[in-house]
């Protein structure tokens, strides 16, 4: 997959055409793939400032290498390259607009050896792009058809667990680094043409007894390998997963440390029932109607709340106009969530000046950032009726 840099412009285009030649093609910044933090992808944060969050960035540091290892065992239940997943990284990190990323993901995908030029790999290539973009920008849109796109072109469940995986997974990297980006005070780089997330349709979210059913098979006890055995053979301990669990054990170390992330993060301090709040409102943003209901059923304080947001924009706007406390809260969440590119110390300062302390706001926005993932996890792997 080729990368060029238009004149004029100051972003990258990402194009699905293979190259054979990796050598002729340059990244803009060829020093983004050389970090030592994949993760935060070394930004200037004094070592004392993130102490208080390792409990959920070493987990996160750690699906980062095993997400994108330098090379990559494929067989034929395992067919997604080291290409597919850097370029779908880059994807992704476009679609959410945070410029270092961009350059991390492009000066790391530049040098891989792209697909043969076949229509059959262009063809393969192109829907990976699409699947990815569609997912990233707007999960509600994903259904299955979209799920059977990628099974035409030859991905397998393992495939399908694995793409999900990374497209949630650099949507929250893409989310932290904006927040601390914005802790540190950083202007913001607005890329001209990128639109903000819209809300997903309404109509859905007035299934209240809608359940999730997973559209992929689970692994299958018998069939599995000792690590997957491992991962079933105990329920699973964290709520967000326990119904996700048999279709990520496809993957068990990636569903391992995204359970102790989750674990981790949950354990934080956070500001009192704001965590609730972004759950709600992030589900309601994304379109997952299976998360929403979740943490519906485990919120009954929060039924006005909840009643508002189960209808259109307008009356959410309308309902942050009467809550003025609740409204900083929320933006500062609708911001992230639907622009991370656009996320400023402007919304930062006026959360954590929120009796907030810059710790709690870090923690509390980095939840909804893995919300999200969770979003795309559900929406991606299953349906709601």
Request: glycine letters at 4%; one cysteine or more; charged letters at 15%.
């Amino acid at each position: 997959m080729e990368q060029r840099r238009i004149e004029g412009k100051s972003h990258w285009y990402h194009e699905t055409q293979s190259n054979a030649w990796a050598q002729d093609v340059l990244p803009l910044v060829p020093e983004a793939a050389h970090v030592e933090d994949r993760f935060l992808l070394d930004l200037p944060i004094p070592e004392e400032a993130l102490f208080p969050f390792q409990s959920w960035l070493h987990p996160a540091r750690q699906l980062a290498h095993i997400l994108f290892p330098p090379h990559v065992q494929q067989n034929q239940m395992n067919t997604f390259s080291a290409y597919e997943r850097m370029s779908t990284a880059l994807t992704v990190a476009q679609v959410c607009g945070v410029q270092r990323l961009c350059n991390h993901y492009a000066a790391r995908l530049a040098p891989l050896p792209g697909p043969d030029s076949s229509r059959e790999s262009n063809h393969r290539l192109a829907q990976i792009t699409q699947y990815a973009r569609q997912l990233a920008s707007s999960p509600a849109v994903i259904d299955a058809r979209a799920r059977q796109h990628l099974d035409d072109v030859g991905l397998t469940v393992w495939d399908s667990v694995l793409i999900s995986q990374i497209v949630g997974f650099v949507g929250f990297q893409a989310r932290v680094v904006a927040v601390f980006q914005a802790f540190l005070g950083q202007p913001v780089r607005w890329v001209p043409g990128l639109d903000m997330q819209p809300f997903a349709p309404a109509p859905p979210f007035a299934a209240v007894e809608a359940t999730w059913h997973p559209a992929h098979v689970a692994v299958a006890f018998h069939l599995a390998n000792a690590e997957q055995q491992a991962c079933l053979s105990h329920p699973q301990p964290v709520t967000e997963l326990q119904q996700l669990a048999p279709v990520l054990a496809h993957e068990p170390a990636l569903l391992s440390l995204l359970a102790t992330l989750i674990t981790s993060a949950l354990r934080t301090g956070m500001p009192q029932n704001a965590s609730p709040l972004a759950t709600l409102l992030t589900a309601r943003i994304n379109g997952s109607v299976a998360c929403f209901n979740e943490q519906a059923q485990r919120s009954p304080e929060c039924a006005a709340f909840i009643a508002t947001l189960r209808q259109d924009e307008r009356e959410i706007q309308q309902w942050e106009r009467r809550h003025p406390v609740e409204r900083i809260t929320l933006q500062a969440i609708q911001w992230l969530t639907r622009a991370p590119d656009r996320f400023s110390d402007v919304q930062f300062s006026a959360l954590s000046g929120l009796d907030f302390s810059s710790e709690q706001a870090i923690n509390l926005l980095s939840w909804s950032g893995l919300c999200g993932w969770l979003n795309r996890l559900k929406i991606a792997l299953g349906e709601t009726h």
